[in-house]
């Protein structure tokens, strides 16, 4: 398939549902080369189960998800691959591969593509951008949580860094990627997917659950509750604190912290 100069990755009315439970309803987002999406709201609110379908390990029940106007379904798995990576909320692996093994894996749709030595180079990157390169020859099911989902940070963004490492539009769907990090890494990673955005003209997504880190990275946010699309736009709009305080059941102030000009929230039952 020929790449296009403007490539987007679009879900349209996706419904989803499972025997009988409807876990989205009228579902319509697009992601943006060059920004980072914040995807927002409650546990169970539908949030894992928008990332499945963007990614096309769920098919909605209506709707359509199309890249660069073709229906996702119509797409080869390794021509998908080659445009989107995909960092779920767990990955389980039982061999005792090492980190940097694991790391690897996400070249896999560019093995006979690229030199191996244009391969090593985009594993080697994508380690020193997650902070793993001290685990590198490390079995990955002896590894903590956090370095664990570090490691699968690295295989994603291995991914999307494509063919030869330069700017091409890629997808980059992270649920939850700061789950279990200490604070610095939690920072160290959406700023490493924030980059990967604006200097790459990736588009990004990531379902977070930190509210000052959503207004610190993301560029625009889109709230989900109940299975429906509440809100989507400009991080600062949609993140009012009336709307927040009513979706998340407790009560969200905002302020700008003086000495960085960057929005607070604080929240309280
Ligand atoms: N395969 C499935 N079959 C039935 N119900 C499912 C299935 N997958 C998810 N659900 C349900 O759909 C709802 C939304 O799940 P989802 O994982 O998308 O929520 P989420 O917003 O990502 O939540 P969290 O913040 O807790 O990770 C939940 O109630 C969940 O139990």
């Given at each position: 398939?020929?790449?296009?100069?403007?490539?987007?990755?679009?879900?349209?009315?996706?419904?989803?549902?499972?025997?009988?439970?409807?876990?989205?309803?009228?579902?319509?987002?697009e992601?943006?080369?060059?920004?980072?999406?914040?995807?927002?709201?409650?546990?169970?609110a539908?949030?894992?189960?928008?990332?499945?379908?963007l990614?096309?390990?769920?098919?909605?029940?209506?709707?359509?998800?199309?890249?660069?106007?073709?229906?996702?379904?119509?797409?080869?798995?390794?021509?998908?691959?080659?445009?989107?990576?995909?960092?779920?909320?767990?990955s389980?692996?039982?061999?005792?591969?090492?980190?940097?093994?694991?790391?690897?894996?996400?070249?896999?749709?560019?093995?006979?593509?690229?030199?191996p030595?244009?391969?090593?180079?985009?594993?080697?990157?994508?380690?020193?951008?997650a902070?793993?390169?001290?685990?590198?020859?490390?079995?990955?099911?002896?590894?903590?949580?956090?370095?664990?989902?570090?490691?699968?940070?690295?295989?994603?963004?291995?991914?999307?860094?494509?063919?030869?490492?330069?700017?091409?539009?890629?997808?980059?769907?992270?649920?939850?990627?700061?789950?279990?990090?200490?604070?610095?890494?939690?920072?160290?990673?959406?700023?490493?997917?924030?980059?990967?955005?604006?200097?790459?003209?990736?588009?990004?997504?990531?379902?977070?659950?930190?509210?000052?880190?959503?207004?610190?990275?993301?560029?625009?946010?889109?709230?989900?509750?109940?299975?429906?699309?509440?809100?989507?736009?400009?991080?600062?709009?949609?993140?009012?604190?009336?709307?927040?305080?009513?979706?998340?059941?407790?009560?969200?102030?905002?302020?700008?912290?003086?000495?960085?000009?960057t929005?607070?929230?604080?929240?309280?039952?």
């Amino acid at each position: 398939m020929q790449k296009e100069a403007h490539v987007t990755l679009k879900a349209t009315a996706i419904d989803i549902e499972i025997s009988s439970v409807k876990l989205l309803q009228n579902v319509s987002i697009e992601l943006t080369p060059g920004k980072l999406l914040g995807v927002l709201g409650p546990n169970g609110a539908g949030k894992s189960t928008l990332l499945k379908v963007l990614s096309g390990d769920l098919t909605p029940t209506n709707g359509t998800i199309t890249l660069d106007d073709i229906p996702l379904h119509k797409w080869a798995s390794i021509e998908l691959a080659k445009r989107r990576a995909v960092m779920p909320q767990a990955s389980q692996l039982a061999f005792p591969f090492s980190a940097r093994d694991v790391v690897s894996m996400g070249r896999w749709p560019f093995e006979k593509l690229c030199t191996p030595f244009i391969n090593r180079l985009a594993v080697e990157k994508a380690m020193s951008l997650a902070d793993i390169k001290h685990l590198a020859d490390r079995p990955y099911p002896v590894l903590s949580g956090g370095e664990k989902q570090r490691v699968q940070l690295a295989r994603a963004l291995t991914q999307s860094i494509g063919l030869t490492g330069d700017t091409e539009t890629k997808f980059l769907l992270l649920d939850e990627p700061t789950a279990g990090l200490d604070i610095a890494h939690q920072h160290a990673v959406l700023a490493a997917a924030k980059k990967q955005c604006k200097e790459r003209n990736t588009a990004g997504l990531a379902i977070l659950h930190d509210l000052n880190q959503a207004a610190q990275y993301c560029d625009s946010i889109a709230i989900i509750s109940n299975g429906t699309l509440i809100s989507n736009g400009p991080t600062l709009e949609v993140m009012e604190p009336e709307l927040l305080s009513d979706i998340f059941s407790c009560s969200i102030s905002r302020s700008i912290d003086s000495a960085s000009s960057t929005p607070v929230f604080i929240s309280t039952i």
